[in-house]
């Protein structure tokens, strides 16, 4: 599924500079996967000012930048790149997709929407470490990386589905799932920094974020053991936890997120088609 799209923008329809026979194109290149989900990482002309439907983004000094489409983005975007006096202006297309809705009735109403109000204080609690875990955004370029996943098994869920309770649409769940034995080693998919570790989140259970740059994260969720700590820097492929079925889940998997700002993306856009392996339990004490 993963595609690999390149655009010189002076060859491209819907460009907008003035005076562009007089001067170079600001846009160099976009590649990545122009649908809901999708991550793009462009470069610019150093020294460049990006914006993405009106947001700037963050560019490095050698002008590379990221953006992503979140599940539900709209079929039209468009990416604004200025530098003195000169603008360039490119219409993004974005593809959409479907997504797999299941509908489930007649379930216990505390089944579906926690009331009690000390459960609810938890959630917002744990909610409010997680945005802060996101919101540096950092000149780290890890994002650039070739993903790897960052665990075996197979695949039990999917980005973008979402579940209809007593009539009642749910969140969709935007990352993909790995299910395998508890204890199934958990590795960095990328390089990065660990912004939050924490054992045991009400729907998440125990949790990892690392940071990989320019608003772009990982999230792993349900894990039985979380083995960094926040402010460590980790390797693609290095050991950071176990899958498990803690917090909200009905066996042991990983649920793998990634984040670009506000932008829930599709994991499995930035990794190679998935293997599935037959897992066993893990009784390695120490890290790889």
Same mark, same amino acid.
């Given at each position: 599924?993963?595609?690999?799209?390149?655009?010189?923008?002076?060859?491209?329809? @819907? =460009?907008?500079? #003035? $005076?562009?026979?007089?001067?170079? !194109?600001?846009? /160099?290149?976009?590649?990545?996967?122009? *649908?809901?989900?999708?991550?793009?990482?462009?470069?610019?002309?150093?020294?460049?000012?990006?914006?993405?439907?009106?947001?700037?983004?963050?560019?490095?000094?050698?002008?590379?930048?990221?953006?992503?489409?979140?599940?539900?983005?709209?079929?039209?975007?468009?990416?604004?790149?200025?530098?003195?006096?000169?603008?360039?202006?490119?219409?993004?297309?974005?593809?959409?997709?479907?997504?797999?809705?299941?509908?489930?009735? @007649? =379930?216990?109403? #505390? $089944?579906?929407?926690?009331?009690? !109000?000390?459960? /609810?204080?938890?959630?917002?609690?744990? *909610?409010?470490?997680?945005?802060?875990?996101?919101?540096?955004?950092?000149?780290?370029?890890?994002?650039?990386?070739?993903?790897?996943?960052?665990?075996?098994?197979?695949?039990?869920?999917?980005?973008?589905?979402?579940?209809?309770?007593?009539?009642?649409?749910?969140?969709?769940?935007?990352?993909?799932?790995?299910?395998?034995?508890?204890?199934?080693?958990?590795?960095?998919?990328?390089?990065?920094?660990?912004?939050?570790?924490?054992?045991?989140?009400?729907?998440?259970?125990?949790?990892?974020?690392?940071?990989?740059?320019?608003?772009?994260?990982? *999230?792993?969720?349900?894990?039985?053991?979380?083995?960094?700590?926040?402010?460590?820097?980790?390797?693609?492929?290095?050991?950071?936890?176990?899958?498990?079925?803690?917090?909200?889940?009905?066996?042991?998997?990983?649920?793998?997120?990634?984040?670009?700002?506000?932008?829930?993306?599709?994991?499995?856009?930035?990794?190679?088609?998935?293997?599935?392996?037959?897992?066993?339990?893990?009784?390695?004490?120490?890290?790889?």
């Amino acid at each position: 599924m993963k595609k690999l799209i390149v655009l010189v923008l002076l060859l491209a329809t @819907g =460009l907008s500079a #003035s $005076k562009l026979g007089a001067q170079e !194109p600001l846009i /160099l290149s976009l590649k990545g996967d122009f *649908t809901q989900g999708g991550l793009v990482i462009g470069q610019a002309v150093p020294g460049a000012k990006v914006e993405f439907d009106g947001q700037e983004v963050k560019v490095s000094e050698d002008g590379y930048f990221v953006f992503g489409f979140h599940r539900d983005m709209p079929e039209t975007a468009s990416l604004k790149v200025s530098k003195s006096e000169q603008t360039e202006t490119q219409p993004i297309t974005i593809s959409k997709r479907q997504y797999n809705i299941e509908r489930i009735d @007649g =379930l216990p109403p #505390s $089944k579906v929407t926690p009331r009690k !109000p000390e459960v /609810l204080e938890r959630i917002k609690r744990e *909610t409010a470490l997680v945005a802060e875990a996101r919101a540096e955004i950092t000149d780290f370029k890890y994002f650039m990386q070739d993903f790897i996943w960052p665990a075996k098994g197979r695949l039990s869920g999917f980005y973008g589905s979402q579940r209809v309770l007593n009539g009642d649409p749910k969140r969709p769940h935007f990352g993909v799932d790995v299910a395998a034995p508890t204890g199934t080693e958990v590795v960095a998919p990328a390089d990065g920094v660990v912004r939050l570790v924490h054992p045991d989140m009400y729907f998440s259970g125990g949790t990892i974020i690392i940071d990989h740059g320019f608003g772009v994260n990982s *999230t792993f969720l349900h894990l039985s053991s979380v083995d960094v700590e926040v402010g460590e820097s980790v390797k693609q492929g290095d050991f950071i936890g176990r899958i498990g079925a803690t917090g909200r889940a009905t066996g042991p998997h990983l649920d793998w997120r990634i984040n670009w700002l506000h932008h829930r993306l599709d994991p499995q856009l930035v990794v190679p088609p998935f293997e599935e392996t037959e897992t066993q339990s893990k009784t390695k004490s120490e890290p790889k």
